[in-house]
């Protein structure tokens, strides 16, 4: 069985699957974001909305990603698929906009204190942990919330895989398992796999 690896920017090692995401980053939003929602966002073959989301730190007007962000949710919603989302500093902002949405919404590179976790699975939250990682959240989050992650680090999901197995007293294969499982409670076949892209 593949290493699930949740969320990548980097091109796949062998052993390793990803799902297949699509969405406009809150860092990269431009002034014709609405553009290229409308002409990059392709038909079919994905799984995953985003990554999208909000950054207080970064140098995109935050009405901007607001904006893109609201958008992005409403193609969640409309075409059923769990949104992935980048969070910094806004964690308030994602909780309110949370509230009148049915998909599933997954924390990626998620290295909040277990405090703030706790408010997130209250919500119904989702969260991928990567190499930075809180160690008290990531000892503390349920298995049937969690996933692994890489993000745009080259290093293999393997070795992350094995760090956390330690943490919570598991295996890498069983840990590996529990986050397949996760996918397919988010409603992720294997058959979407074989007909999908990653990207
Ligand atoms: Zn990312």
Redesign the pocket.
Known sequence: MSFLNF?T?CPLPEGEATLPAFGL?PWYLTEAWEDDLQTLFPPSGIFLVG?CGLDRLCQTPYARQLAAFEAQIRVSEQRALPLII?CVHAVDDILRLKRSTQQPWII??FRGKPQQMQQLLLHGFYLSFGFLHHVGSLRACPPNRLFLET??TAKPIASLYTMVAAHRQTTPDLLNRQCWDNAAALGFTSTLLNNCDSF
């Open positions: 969320h920017h980053h990554e980048h990626h590179g993000d745009d």
